[in-house]
């Protein structure tokens, strides 16, 4: 079975750092684009970015560019999504989700076939 | 920047016709995709590249693309359809979602 399992939840204070996971399994972890998506909580869908294991090639969205770092662990199939410093604004649920079609060029043709469970982060102090 | 827009909210009887729109201008040269979130999990993929439906999800799930809108219909909703549906386009190597909408069955 195709799945990606993130990692629990998070109670951090501002200022703290961050790195939450999404584990990949049943499929070849590096051939498939990995992106990470924010829901703040009674909001929608917003993109942060995208990854492709095979050869780090990573797209942030604009509104997230600078703020986060998305990278991978190839050998134990693994993605991260990480914090330097936390806001109280970054409170959310965060989800990560595999492109569905198993090539290095990112193509529109394409969506989100597979999402993780979802990690929910809460920063209060 | 561009824009996707949905309407906030949209009501079904059950066994009639959901549907629901996403505009954007010239939305149609575009792959516009669909997913379905129910309260408290993750979303699913209902539609991909305008008009198809991964494995695994009903025929009752349909989608459309032309002009400046796209749409997904739901043919004989079920109270289990209850969910919020997004549409999403690629730009830019960045992906676009719209705002969401709630599907209310009753």
């Known amino acids: 079975e195709v799945q990606l399992v993130q990692s629990g939840a998070e109670v951090k204070k501002p200022g703290e750092s961050l790195k939450i996971s999404c584990k990949g399994s049943g499929y070849s972890f590096s051939n498939y684009w990995i992106g990470w998506v924010r829901q703040m909580p009674g909001k929608g869908l917003e993109w942060m970015g995208i990854?492709?294991?095979?050869?780090?090639?990573?797209r942030y969205s604009p509104s997230f560019q600078g703020q986060v770092t998305i990278s991978t662990d190839n050998s134990i199939s693994t993605a991260y999504l990480q914090w330097s410093s936390l806001k109280a604004s970054d409170t959310a649920m965060y989800y990560c989700?595999?492109?569905?079609?198993?090539?290095?060029?990112?193509?529109?043709?394409?969506?989100?076939?597979?999402w993780g469970q979802g990690t929910p982060v809460t920063v209060s102090s | 920047s561009y824009e996707l827009t949905q309407p906030p909210s949209v009501s079904v009887a059950p066994g009639q016709t959901a549907t629901i729109t996403c505009g954007g201008k010239?939305?149609?040269?575009?792959?516009v995709h669909w997913y379905q979130q129910k309260p408290g999990q993750a979303p699913v993929l209902v539609i991909y590249g305008d008009t198809k439906r991964p494995s695994g999800i009903p025929e009752r799930f349909s989608g459309s693309n032309s002009g400046n809108t796209a749409t997904l219909t739901i043919s004989r909703a079920q109270a289990g359809d209850e969910a919020d549906y997004y549409c999403q386009v690629w730009d830019s190597s960045s992906v676009l979602f719209g705002g969401g909408t709630k599907l209310t069955v009753l």
């Open positions: 990854i492709y294991p095979g050869d780090s090639d990573t």
């Open positions: 010239n939305i149609g040269t575009r792959n």
């Open positions: 989700a595999r492109k569905s079609d198993a090539t290095s060029s990112l193509s529109y043709n394409y969506g989100m076939d597979v």
